[in-house]
């Protein structure tokens, strides 16, 4: 009985593999049937128990091995999702620097298109300041050109006026009884005895300066005597300068030379500098055509500019001191004149 049970055992137990299973892992040691059988109870019951602890741990080792592929699968199920994100992500962004690249391209394309716009502008402006210098320079030739006519019809003028004295102050309408030639006549007599019984002098023309007269004009028109010859012309205001009084019926004109508007311009520059000068007895004269002339220290100084004047001012404290005032006015005078330009 207790031969067939243990024979029925170790059948029982031939189908088993033998594996390690000690805790040790030393290895479980092989039996062969007839040891099996030669085994006593208790050597059953230890290999029973052996073989169980073994069962026991293969049924671990195959739990974990199926933890360990299942959180293998969920990685690689990570990994996967991961590759398909990267390859979208990747694709968004080979998408992105081809939109990047494209709109590169159109940049260089645009900022291409702009640099030649560019360029054909520069050439036009410069064209256009080729042109403009060439018209400044045509109007500064054409400027020159006005000038020099208006200096040449000044000169004309100047000349077909030189016989020519300018009355300044004879009320208007007392020609009415000897007309202006008369006048003339009686303001020699008035004046330079000797010169009105020169029969010599002759007057072949007078009118008054402009033709039509202004009431809203509190002046009286000028008077032009036209004379023969300009030596009587000459002769008559050398004696007025000497005079210096002129008077008609007692009361004061001048006489003066008669000139274009041009020279008498010019003239008119040295008004205010005349003026001082002739209250300082500097023997002050007007030359022809625009020339300021006067005695200094002695000598006659002739300008023919302003700026030649302050030049030689500059050098003479005491004509420095006299003129003073007035060289600073006209100074202010020309800078706000600049400033309007």
């Given at each position: 009985?207790?031969?067939?049970?243990?024979?029925?055992?170790?059948?029982?137990?031939?189908?088993?593999?033998?594996?390690?299973?000690?805790?040790?892992?030393?290895?479980?040691?092989?039996?062969?049937?007839?040891?099996?059988?030669?085994?006593?109870?208790?050597?059953?019951?230890?290999?029973?128990?052996?073989?169980?602890?073994?069962?026991?741990?293969?049924?671990?080792?195959?739990?974990?091995?199926?933890?360990?592929i299942e959180n293998l699968s969920h990685e690689n199920e990570i990994l996967r999702r991961n590759q398909?994100?990267?390859?979208?992500?990747?694709?968004?962004?080979?998408?992105?620097?081809?939109?990047?690249?494209?709109?590169?391209?159109?940049?260089?394309?645009?900022?291409?298109?702009?640099?030649?716009?560019?360029?054909?502008?520069?050439?036009?402006?410069?064209?256009?300041?080729?042109?403009?210098?060439?018209?400044?320079?045509?109007?500064?030739?054409?400027?020159?050109?006005?000038?020099?006519?208006?200096?040449?019809?000044?000169?004309?003028?100047?000349?077909?006026?030189?016989?020519?004295?300018?009355?300044?102050?004879?009320?208007?309408?007392?020609?009415?009884?000897?007309?202006l030639e008369g006048l003339f006549s009686e303001i020699l007599a008035e004046n330079f005895p000797g010169?009105?019984?020169?029969r010599e002098i002759l007057v072949q023309e007078a009118h008054r300066t402009p033709n039509k007269h202004?009431?809203?004009?509190?002046?009286?028109?000028?008077?032009?005597?036209?004379?023969?010859?300009?030596?009587?012309?000459?002769?008559?205001?050398?004696?007025?300068?000497?005079?210096?009084?002129?008077?008609?019926?007692?009361?004061?004109?001048?006489?003066?030379?008669?000139?274009?508007?041009?020279?008498?311009?010019?003239?008119?520059?040295?008004?205010?500098?005349?003026?001082?000068?002739?209250?300082?007895?500097?023997?002050?004269?007007?030359?022809?055509?625009?020339?300021?002339?006067?005695?200094?220290?002695?000598?006659?100084?002739?300008?023919?500019?302003?700026?030649?004047?302050?030049?030689?001012?500059?050098?003479?404290?005491?004509?420095?001191?006299?003129?003073?005032?007035?060289?600073?006015?006209?100074?202010?005078?020309?800078?706000?004149?600049?400033?309007?330009?």
């Amino acid at each position: 009985m207790t031969n067939n049970k243990r024979k029925n055992q170790g059948n029982k137990n031939k189908e088993v593999t033998m594996k390690p299973s000690t805790e040790k892992d030393t290895p479980i040691q092989d039996y062969e049937d007839d040891d099996i059988e030669e085994m006593q109870e208790a050597d059953l019951k230890k290999l029973i128990r052996t073989l169980r602890s073994s069962q026991k741990q293969i049924l671990e080792l195959h739990k974990s091995l199926m933890d360990k592929i299942e959180n293998l699968s969920h990685e690689n199920e990570i990994l996967r999702r991961n590759q398909n994100e990267t390859k979208q992500l990747v694709q968004q962004e080979t998408g992105i620097v081809t939109e990047v690249k494209n709109s590169i391209d159109q940049m260089k394309n645009t900022i291409k298109s702009l640099t030649n716009r560019i360029g054909e502008a520069e050439e036009r402006i410069s064209d256009l300041e080729d042109r403009e210098q060439e018209r400044i320079q045509s109007n500064q030739r054409k400027d020159e050109e006005i000038r020099n006519l208006k200096h040449i019809v000044g000169n004309l003028q100047d000349t077909i006026k030189k016989p020519n004295i300018r009355v300044l102050g004879v009320p208007e309408g007392m020609e009415r009884e000897k007309g202006l030639e008369g006048l003339f006549s009686e303001i020699l007599a008035e004046n330079f005895p000797g010169l009105e019984k020169d029969r010599e002098i002759l007057v072949q023309e007078a009118h008054r300066t402009p033709n039509k007269h202004d009431q809203k004009r509190s002046s009286p028109r000028h008077v032009v005597i036209k004379l023969s010859t300009v030596k009587h012309k000459e002769k008559i205001l050398k004696c007025a300068r000497e005079k210096r009084q002129i008077t008609l019926r007692g009361s004061p004109i001048r006489l003066t030379a008669d000139f274009s508007s041009e020279t008498l311009k010019a003239r008119r520059e040295w008004r205010d500098i005349a003026q001082v000068l002739r209250e300082n007895n500097c023997q002050l004269r007007i030359l022809y055509p625009a020339k300021l002339s006067f005695v200094n220290e002695g000598e006659i100084k002739t300008f023919h500019n302003k700026q030649k004047l302050k030049e030689f001012v500059a050098t003479r404290p005491a004509l420095q001191k006299m003129l003073k005032d007035v060289l600073h006015t006209e100074t202010q005078k020309h800078g706000h004149q600049y400033e309007r330009r």
